[in-house]
C-alpha cells in the first residue's frame, strides 16, 4: 500500500562516515529519495553534506531543525534519515521573499511537475520575512483542497545561519515541498487562552507592530503585563515573560491565532509571523496542564480522521510538528507533551516529527496558516 516514508532511522553517530552508512541502509531498503531531518546540536560540519548528497544514486535534502521527535524522545543533535517512496516529490524553492508574482511562478513550474497532489509536508526557513508571503502564494497555487503539514526549520538558538541542506549546497531563506497524491488529515490545537484585551494594533508592518491603542508597543506591552501580573515588570523581563505571554487574534470557529514576541526594536515588537493593522489582538497565557491536554486534544481529533489503515499495518507514521516555544515553556514537563501523543496512537503508529519555528496547517476556513506556539499532527486520511 501506498505511504510517504519508506523507511524511517536516527543516526546519533555525529559522523560523516556514520551518516553515510545510515543513508546506504535507507537505499538498501528501497528509497527513492531521502529526506533528512537534522538535529541543530549535531556535531557534522554542515559544510560537508553537499559533497555526501552528490555522492548518492538518489536525490536527497537535508533540513536544520531545533530538535527532531521520534517516538516520544526529543533528539537536538540526531538526524531522521527518511526514505522517500518517490524520486520526484521533494523540491525546493530558494528565496521565498521574493514578490508573489515571482513565487506563483516557480510554484506553478512545479506542480506541473507534480500534478493533482492531494496533500503537502512544507519545511520553510522559520526565521525568514517571506513565510507568510509563501504560504498565501502556495495556497492561491494548489488551492483550499490540499491538505497542508509545514515546519519552520532553523536553530535551537535562532541564530541566522543556513537552515536547508542541498547537493548544491546551503541555503537560508528557503522551502522544500514534499508532495503526496495521498489524502492527509491533519488537526491542530494550542492551549492558550485570553487573560487581557482586546488591544487595537493601530500601526504594524509585516511582522513587526509599532503602536497598540495608539502607543508605543513596546511600553504598551510591558504595561498589559504589569497590570495582568500585579506588578511591575522591568525591561530586562521582556525575553523570560514573553514567551509566556503571546499576543492572539481571535479566529472564525476555531482557536485563537497565536502570535510570538520574539524580540523588540526600540519601541516596536518583532513578532514569529505577520499581525496586520487594525487587528484586534488578546494577551493569552496557557498552563503547563493546558498545553499538554491541548496536544492530546489535537491527537485525539486526528485518530477520529485519520485511516483504518493505522489500526492495521505496521511501519505507518503520523508527522507531529511541535513549536519549539512549547518544550520552552514546559521545560521539565514537556515530555508529558510527547506522552499524551504517544498514548493517544495506536501502539504500531510511529511518531515522526519536527521540533519547530513555527507551524504551517490549513485553517478551518480553508487558506494556509503560519502558526506559533502549536501542535500540528497529520497523517494518512
Not at 527518511?82 to 513565487?103: F, H, M
Not at 485570553?194 to 500601526?203: K, N, R, W
Not at 493546558?290 to 489503515?309: N, P
Request: glycine share 10%; aromatic share 6%; charged share 15%.
Amino acid at each position: 500500500m501506498n505511504r510517504v516514508f519508506s523507511s524511517v532511522q536516527l543516526d546519533e553517530s555525529g559522523t560523516v562516515s556514520g551518516l553515510r552508512d545510515s543513508l546506504q541502509s535507507a537505499i538498501n531498503q528501497g528509497a527513492k529519495g531521502l529526506l533528512l531531518l537534522i538535529g541543530s546540536a549535531n556535531k557534522i560540519d554542515f559544510k560537508q553534506l553537499p559533497n555526501l548528497l552528490r555522492e548518492l544514486a538518489i536525490p536527497a535534502v537535508g533540513v536544520v531543525v531545533p530538535g527532531v521527535l521520534l517516538q516520544g524522545q526529543v533528539y537536538e543533535d540526531g538526524i531522521a534519515v527518511c526514505g522517500l517512496t518517490s524520486t520526484s516529490a521533494a523540491t525546493v524553492v530558494p528565496d521565498i521573499n521574493r514578490s508573489e508574482q515571482k513565487l506563483n511562478h516557480d510554484i506553478q513550474q512545479i506542480l506541473s511537475m507534480n500534478p493533482n497532489p492531494s496533500g503537502v509536508l512544507i519545511v520553510i526557513d522559520g526565521l525568514s520575512r517571506g513565510v507568510d508571503n509563501f504560504v498565501t502564494t502556495l495556497h492561491d497555487c494548489i488551492g483550499p483542497d490540499v491538505q497542508v503539514i509545514g515546519a519552520g526549520c532553523g536553530y535551537r538558538d535562532f541564530s541566522l545561519q543556513p537552515n536547508l541542506i542541498t547537493a548544491d549546497g546551503l541555503l537560508s531563506n528557503a522551502a522544500l515541498l514534499l508532495f503526496t497524491t495521498m489524502e492527509l488529515v491533519t488537526s491542530v490545537s494550542h492551549g492558550w487562552e485570553p487573560v487581557e484585551g482586546p488591544f487595537l494594533i493601530t500601526d504594524a508592518s509585516d511582522n513587526q507592530i509599532q503602536q497598540i491603542n495608539y502607543q508605543p508597543a513596546f511600553p504598551f506591552y510591558l504595561d498589559i503585563l504589569a497590570q495582568h501580573l500585579g506588578r511591575a515588570v522591568a525591561v530586562e523581563e521582556f525575553a523570560a515573560l514573553a514567551n509566556h505571554y503571546p499576543f492572539g487574534m481571535a479566529q472564525l470557529d476555531s482557536e485563537f491565532l497565536v502570535r510570538d514576541p520574539v524580540n523588540r526594536v526600540g519601541n516596536a515588537i518583532v513578532f514569529a509571523g505577520a499581525v496586520p493593522t487594525n487587528a484586534m489582538v488578546y494577551l493569552l497565557h496557557a498552563s503547563p496542564h493546558d498545553l499538554v491536554e491541548a496536544a492530546g486534544s489535537a491527537v485525539t481529533d486526528l485518530r477520529g480522521r485519520f485511516s483504518s489503515r493505522y489500526g492495521q499495518e505496521t511501519g505507518l507514521n503520523v508527522f507531529l510538528i511541535d513549536c519549539i516555544s512549547r518544550r520552552m515553556v514546559l521545560g521539565e514537563d514537556y515530555g508529558d507533551e510527547l506522552a499524551i501523543i504517544r498514548q493517544h496512537l495506536p501502539n504500531n503508529v510511529s511518531v515522526l516529527g519536527i521540533l519547530s519555528i513555527g507551524e504551517i496547517a490549513n485553517s478551518h476556513q480553508g487558506g494556509i496558516q503560519w502558526l506559533n506556539k502549536t501542535t500540528v499532527i497529520g497523517g494518512l486520511a
